[in-house]
């Protein structure tokens, strides 16, 4: 039984409340206290109806803990148990693989969250997938309509807004563009740029379908959350596994990139660029396909200049809802180390004297960050700040608007058509596996089934 304490002090009536527990590791007893004050304006009644619901919520909670800290086997809902998988995930891997794990496991919740672990079973999880399938949702946008105009009249940079923010670039940028942005990411920036909301933005609403990546993504969510249950014997089998519910059917998209033409006006007007940061952070990613969360978490340390190769042991990215962090790159074969081309390694040569007379001038401001890229006050580099270089060079060129990404895929997409051994690419690219690279790279693997055709028609003509 729960102990509690009525204590009167100048702040007014509050109550002690305690709870001993027995942890089952040390055999002795614990004792978690909480105090509680009841809400202003209720009647002694009320307020005592109000305690005893606190102190038996309280005590269960208590109890449930310690049941879960000793190891026994109780009766979780699903929603409990996903707090405590996320809580794992959250330490043991990458900020923007959390977030996203984070979003599919609250729309899980919000229809199977109640159901104990020991009650789900195929036929539950199945018709909450045919659901997700066919569910229909309303969502809220934003559209730009003085946004840009007041951040040009102004002289705001997406860049400075990403600072004293938690949004994304592609957000931003999205809304420089006029396209859809959410809602609550259009008032935090009328915040942040001290302006009212009807001013920047129109507001519209429309009704959607899950997009099947989204789809799939939620199942493969369930299924490693049901996954770690069952190696931690809360269940008996993944009742989200293949074994039990169909799969979800995913139609691959064509990736967006430049081909080798525009590739080419792209790489010459970079080499003419003035902005040496600019030339040498795009070019980097041009010529050697890393990603932009890996340039940005890029260190001296991690480039041999005598040996032409820079090795990639981090990333910083920018994650709805928390900000900028640095970790582990995406996964452990993105850890690689790739081989410059000559013009590269020429260039983050001249770079790098470029970069010790920046830090030289700097004086006391430089802070001591050893980020190849750095901002202009020599603090570490905003992701984002490559997706705006890019843009204004593009809008300049008259290249198509491609995502900073695209230049990844680009470096990708042109070696293989140059005929680079699929294991060379995969490995460069830091994939997992080279299945993982034809299935991303799918459409451009065509030419090698044209020349199958042909060899066979070879062979077989008369």
Request: net charge positive; charged share 30%.
């Given at each position: 039984?729960?102990?509690?304490?009525?204590?009167?002090?100048?702040?007014?009536?509050?109550?002690?409340?305690?709870?001993?527990?027995?942890?089952?590791?040390?055999?002795?007893?614990?004792v978690?206290?909480?105090?509680?004050?009841?809400?202003?304006?209720?009647?002694?009644?009320?307020?005592?109806?109000?305690?005893?619901?606190?102190?038996?919520?309280?005590?269960?909670?208590?109890?449930?803990?310690?049941?879960?800290?000793?190891?026994?086997?109780?009766?979780?809902?699903?929603?409990?148990?996903?707090?405590?998988?996320?809580?794992?995930?959250?330490?043991?891997?990458?900020?923007?693989?959390?977030?996203?794990?984070?979003?599919?496991?609250?729309?899980?919740?919000?229809?199977?969250?109640?159901?104990?672990?020991?009650?789900?079973?195929?036929?539950?999880?199945?018709?909450?997938?045919?659901?997700?399938?066919?569910?229909?949702?309303?969502?809220?946008?934003?559209?730009?309509?003085?946004?840009?105009?007041?951040?040009?009249?102004?002289?705001?940079?997406?860049?400075?807004?990403?600072?004293?923010?938690?949004?994304?670039?592609?957000?931003?940028?999205?809304?420089?563009r006029?396209?859809?942005?959410?809602?609550?990411?259009?008032?935090?920036?009328?915040?942040?740029?001290?302006?009212?909301?009807?001013?920047?933005?129109?507001?519209?609403?429309?009704?959607?379908h899950?997009?099947?990546?989204?789809?799939?993504?939620?199942?493969?969510?369930?299924?490693?959350?049901?996954?770690?249950?069952?190696?931690?014997?809360?269940?008996?089998?993944?009742?989200?596994?293949?074994?039990?519910?169909?799969?979800?059917?995913?139609?691959?998209?064509?990736?967006?990139c430049l081909?080798?033409?525009?590739?080419?006006?792209?790489?010459?007007?970079?080499?003419?660029?003035?902005?040496?940061?600019?030339?040498?952070s795009?070019?980097?990613?041009?010529?050697?396909?890393?990603?932009?969360?890996?340039?940005?978490?890029?260190?001296?340390?991690?480039?041999?200049?005598?040996?032409?190769?820079?090795?990639?042991?981090r990333?910083?990215?920018?994650?709805?809802?928390?900000?900028?962090?640095?970790?582990?790159?995406?996964?452990?074969?993105?850890?690689?180390?790739?081989?410059?081309?000559?013009?590269?390694?020429?260039?983050?040569?001249?770079?790098?004297?470029?970069?010790?007379?920046?830090?030289?001038m700097?004086?006391?401001?430089?802070?001591?960050?050893?980020?190849?890229?750095?901002?202009?006050?020599?603090?570490?580099?905003?992701?984002?700040?490559?997706?705006?270089?890019?843009?204004?060079?593009?809008?300049?060129?008259?290249?198509?608007?491609?995502?900073?990404?695209?230049?990844?895929?680009?470096?990708?997409?042109?070696?293989?058509?140059?005929?680079?051994?699929?294991?060379t690419?995969?490995?460069?690219?830091?994939?997992?596996?080279?299945k993982?690279?034809v299935?991303?790279?799918?459409?451009?693997?065509?030419?090698?089934?044209?020349?199958?055709a042909?060899?066979?028609?070879?062979?077989?003509?008369?």
């Amino acid at each position: 039984m729960a102990s509690v304490l009525k204590r009167d002090n100048k702040n007014g009536v509050s109550y002690r409340i305690q709870v001993f527990v027995r942890n089952a590791g040390t055999g002795k007893n614990e004792v978690k206290t909480v105090t509680w004050r009841p809400p202003q304006d209720v009647t002694e009644r009320e307020a005592k109806r109000l305690l005893d619901k606190f102190t038996v919520e309280f005590e269960e909670r208590c109890r449930k803990d310690a049941c879960i800290e000793n190891g026994i086997d109780v009766d979780l809902t699903l929603s409990e148990y996903s707090e405590i998988w996320l809580e794992s995930l959250k330490q043991n891997r990458s900020a923007s693989y959390y977030a996203s794990c984070r979003y599919h496991a609250n729309e899980i919740c919000k229809k199977l969250g109640g159901y104990k672990l020991r009650q789900l079973s195929p036929i539950i999880i199945q018709r909450f997938m045919d659901n997700v399938k066919n569910h229909k949702y309303t969502v809220g946008y934003a559209v730009a309509s003085g946004f840009a105009d007041i951040m040009k009249e102004r002289k705001i940079t997406l860049i400075s807004i990403c600072r004293t923010t938690k949004i994304s670039d592609s957000t931003l940028t999205n809304a420089m563009r006029g396209d859809r942005i959410d809602i609550e990411k259009a008032k935090q920036i009328c915040a942040a740029i001290d302006e009212p909301l009807e001013k920047c933005f129109e507001i519209s609403k429309v009704e959607k379908h899950y997009m099947p990546a989204t789809i799939g993504k939620i199942l493969r969510t369930l299924r490693t959350i049901l996954s770690t249950a069952k190696r931690q014997q809360l269940v008996e089998h993944n009742y989200a596994s293949g074994d039990y519910i169909r799969p979800v059917k995913m139609h691959r998209n064509k990736i967006v990139c430049l081909d080798e033409e525009q590739a080419r006006t792209l790489a010459g007007a970079l080499m003419d660029e003035p902005d040496i940061r600019v030339k040498t952070s795009l070019l980097l990613i041009l010529l050697t396909g890393i990603r932009r969360g890996e340039a940005a978490g890029l260190e001296w340390d991690d480039i041999d200049l005598d040996k032409g190769e820079i090795s990639v042991k981090r990333s910083c990215v920018s994650v709805a809802g928390i900000g900028v962090v640095t970790g582990n790159t995406k996964t452990n074969t993105s850890m690689r180390e790739i081989t410059m081309p000559d013009s590269l390694t020429a260039l983050v040569k001249d770079y790098r004297l470029w970069w010790e007379d920046r830090v030289k001038m700097l004086g006391d401001r430089y802070k001591g960050c050893q980020r190849v890229f750095l901002s202009d006050d020599g603090a570490r580099l905003h992701p984002c700040t490559f997706r705006y270089w890019l843009k204004k060079i593009t809008q300049r060129l008259g290249l198509p608007d491609v995502h900073i990404h695209s230049l990844r895929h680009t470096n990708i997409t042109l070696q293989i058509l140059a005929g680079i051994p699929l294991k060379t690419v995969s490995v460069r690219a830091g994939h997992s596996t080279t299945k993982l690279t034809v299935d991303t790279y799918w459409q451009y693997f065509k030419e090698e089934d044209k020349e199958a055709a042909r060899t066979l028609d070879s062979i077989f003509k008369r």
